[in-house]
């Protein structure tokens, strides 16, 4: 295609050849890699609003925001004003601190949890969670739904088992059998299997699990009233429902998923996981719900849970800054730029021909390329696009400066930095980067 620059990658690949030496794949996070695309993921130096610059010197405009949590963009001032001065007091002291109580403040306003507990990572968020579920209801069995991702928690890296059972397998070695045979895996928006599995097991089931707006399989939002569903079905057979906000929380609205379902229909989550936004960057994440429940946690009850760095003064305080100054405007902004570019997108694939999808939650949003259902609702439409048409449009964006997701099964990030100028940036990328994917 015309306009295509080769930009090298040398520093890059040098510093990837490196990694590999020293790191398994060469990353220490499985998707930075290029496995499902090709080729040599980027090292970055630096980060400034929008934008990203690599060790090759060359520019991006970023639609990761580091997986979700860069709400306001990089190196915002006032974040790095507070982090810089709470570095100044010490990074860690093994004790109750001031910062960490007003995080837990902030959302406890902003959700409808009673109470949290602060932890370092999404993965330990539901892990925890999971447990206090199970410690709560003196029950084994997790619900959860293909596609759905939660951290690399051993009961929940669990495929769902062939035909019509639904009882998992391990979704990777080194999970035994044992650690996934408490665990039932369903399609995602089926109100039927739901029903099916609570009339069967009911009794059985500490808690249902899932992505309050799945961004991990693509974004593909619940069906209007299906968390709603979700929560009655729970209460009525005395299980919990855990609703995983790590991605959305904070990001698709003030309230999150939350705030765009059950504050208006009236229902809330008996648990909760949060992460990525409330940390502004750094390793923060949480876990709350209902105070009856959250009681259960050790040092109040036998539930026990812990953490050498929970609440980290450092993390909490980008986290606070980061949600302080995420105000309605920022929301706003973010949406509507999620709206210009989700349309230029899907406009330039039609001109050139390209069949896809373009889903959205909020802000959230992704491209499902040659699918070939009408409307994707679960993780078998997911799987049904073609992703080599995706790696060709995903290098051809690379190569005009913009880093997209490397998969095709990943919501596109944006920021309250993705100004007119980064949004252009982009759209003035899309008509060869769609006649790329034309082409694939
Ligand atoms: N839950 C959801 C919905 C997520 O998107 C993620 C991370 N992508 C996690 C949990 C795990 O979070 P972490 O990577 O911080 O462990």
Redesign the pocket.
Known sequence: PTGATTRSSTASAEWFERAHRVTPGGVN?PVRAFNAVGGTPRFMVSGRGAWLTDVDGHDYVDLICS??PMLLGHAHPEVQAAVQDAVTRGTSYGTPSRSEVELAEEIVARTPVDQVRLVS??????MSAIRLARGFTGRDVVVKFAG?????VDSLLAEAGSGLATHAVAGTPGVPAASVEATLVLPYNDRAAVERVFAERGSEIACLVT?ASP??MGVVPPEPGFNQFLAETCARHGALFVS?????GFRVSRQGQWGLDGAHEGWRPDLM?F??VMGGGF?A?AFGGRADVMGMLSPQGPVYQAGTLSGNPIATTAGLTTLRLATDEVYAHVDAAATTLSTAVGEALDRAGVPHLVQHDGSMFSVFFAPRVDRVVDFAGASSQDTSVFRAFFHAMLDRGVYLPPSAFESWFLSAAHDDHALQHVIDALPAAAEAAAQA
């Open positions: 996070s997986w979700g990572s999404g993965t330990e968020a539901t759905c991702y939660h951290g690399h992505e961004g991990n995983d906000e790590v991605m959305t996981t992460g990525k390793p994440a």
